[in-house]
Antibody
Framework: EVQLLESGGGLVQPGGSLRLSCAAS????????MSWVRQAPGKGLEWVSA????????YYADSVKGRFTISRDNSKNTVYLQMNSPRAEDTATYYC????????????????WGQGTMVTVSS | EIVLTQSPGTLSLSPGERATLSCRAS???????LAWYQQKPGQAPRLLIY???SRATGIPDRFSGSGSGTDFTLTISRLEPEDFAVYFC????????FGQGTKVEIK
C-alpha cells in the first residue's frame, strides 16, 4: 500500500526550530519529487516546498524561503522539513505529498498525501 | 504569482443534483498543470483531476474537469452523499498555488 506518514509536529516557540519527517512506503521513493503543503486552521492550502527525486533541486514558497529547508534521505525513504525561526503565521497542519509525475510533462499534481502533522508556533 | 479564484464560496445542493464549480486564474494557465482536489473534514486532500480533465486513479466518472486559459470547471454530474466536501483547484506556473476552495454542502 502506498503510504506517507508525517511526524515531528508540536508546539514550538517563535524563533525556535522544529524538524518534520515524512516516511514513505509502497513506491519507489527516489523516483519521485516530494512536496510539503500546509493548511492553517480553517483555511486553504498553501504549497511550502518541493524537492526533486535525487534531492539535488529544492524549491520554496517566498513565505518560507531562508527559514525552512527541505531535504530527503532516499536510503530511509524519508523527506524532511527543517523549520527554523518559525512565526505565528506558520501555525498549520503540514502535509507531505508525492508528486504525480508524467514523462515529458513533469509534475501534474499531488497524488498521495500523508495524514498531516500539526505545528503550533506560540510562546 | 498566479492567483486562483474559486466560485462560489459555498454551493448548497441536494443529493442527485449537478454541481458546477469554477476556478479562474489571474493569468493564463497551461491546462497540463491544472488540478482539482477534494477534502473532507479531518482528512488530507485527495487528487480528483489532473491536466484539467483527466481523472485520477479510482475517481468515479461523475467527476469531470474542463476548461483552458484562465477559466476551468469541475463538474459533479449527480451528487452522492460522500461528495459533500471542500474542493480546491491548483495550478503550476513558477510555483504551485491553490484556490481558496468551494464548499459543497447539503441543502
Amino acid at each position: 500500500e502506498v503510504q506517507l506518514l508525517e511526524s515531528g509536529g508540536g508546539l514550538v516557540q517563535p524563533g525556535g526550530s522544529l524538524r518534520l519527517s515524512c516516511a514513505a512506503s509502497g513506491f519507489t521513493f527516489s523516483s519521485y519529487p516530494m512536496s510539503w503543503v500546509r493548511q492553517a486552521p480553517g483555511k486553504g492550502l498553501e504549497w511550502v516546498s518541493a524537492i526533486s527525486g535525487s534531492g539535488g533541486s529544492t524549491y520554496y514558497a517566498d513565505s518560507v524561503k531562508g527559514r525552512f529547508t527541505i531535504s530527503r534521505d532516499n536510503s530511509k525513504n524519508t523527506v524532511y522539513l527543517q523549520m527554523n525561526s518559525p512565526r505565528a503565521e506558520d501555525t498549520a497542519t503540514y502535509y507531505c505529498a508525492k508528486e504525480k509525475v508524467v514523462a515529458v510533462a513533469g509534475t501534474l499534481g499531488f497524488d498521495i498525501w500523508g495524514q498531516g502533522t500539526m505545528v503550533t508556533v506560540s510562546s | 504569482e498566479i492567483v486562483l479564484t474559486q466560485s462560489p464560496g459555498t454551493l448548497s445542493l441536494s443529493p442527485g443534483e449537478r454541481a458546477t464549480l469554477s476556478c479562474r486564474a489571474s493569468q493564463s494557465v497551461s491546462s497540463t498543470y491544472l488540478a482539482w482536489y477534494q477534502q473532507k473534514p479531518g482528512q488530507a486532500p485527495r487528487l480528483l483531476i489532473y491536466g484539467a480533465s483527466s481523472r485520477a486513479t479510482g475517481i468515479p466518472d461523475r467527476f469531470s474537469g474542463s476548461g483552458s486559459g484562465t477559466d476551468f470547471t469541475l463538474t459533479i454530474s449527480r451528487l452522492e452523499p460522500e461528495d459533500f466536501a471542500v474542493y480546491f483547484c491548483q495550478q503550476y506556473g513558477s510555483a504551485w498555488t491553490f484556490g481558496q476552495g468551494t464548499k459543497v454542502e447539503i441543502k
